[in-house]
């Protein structure tokens, strides 16, 4: 990544992050690039000033969350935000049937009126699942991993 300071025609100064220099100039010739602040869509690269690291620089902060990443420590934006998502699904879960592997014929005898429509979870192959939202099944995939019921600790 190449990281631009980039200003708008109305004078304000951002980050522009690019795989390389040829992709700015790609977005910017395509209309792609807007000012955050106000939206005009005149960007150029402002004169480059030396980078000095300070405490509570955006830079900085990037840096350490990309390097906090590549040693495998999560930061804990991430951490928060998996948290939250886990125990938003562990609640759904609460009040859905684990069916293990026969989720796609159980959802489909849901579907097609076979049997009364309950709240289940299961697994399901990307076959399967593609197959049942080909159908019209209305199906969600979980964010977060969860283990059948036997495998709990």
């Keep these: 990544m190449i990281v631009f300071d980039l200003s708008c025609s109305e004078g304000h100064q951002f980050e522009g992050w690019f795989g390389s220099s040829d992709d700015f100039s790609e977005q910017k010739a395509a209309g792609l690039l807007s000012c955050p602040q106000c939206g005009c869509a005149q960007i150029g690269k ?67 009126g076979e049997v009364d429509e309950a709240p289940i979870h299961g697994r399901a192959t990307r076959d399967e699942a593609e197959d ?10 979980l964010l977060v991993p969860v283990a059948p019921p036997e495998e709990l600790n």
């Excluded at 049942?132 to 209305?138: L, P, S, T, W």
């Design 46 to 112: 402002a004169p480059m000033a030396p980078s000095v690291p300070a405490k509570g620089n955006a830079r900085t902060a990037d840096r350490t969350e990309t390097t906090q990443m590549a040693t495998g420590e999560m930061p804990a934006a991430v951490k928060q935000a998996l948290e939250t998502l886990a125990k938003a699904q562990a609640k759904a879960l609460e009040s859905s049937t684990w069916v293990g592997d026969k989720f796609a014929e159980k959802a489909r005898e849901m579907h097609y």
């Design 132 to 141: 049942m939202v080909a159908e019209g099944i209305a199906v969600a995939p």
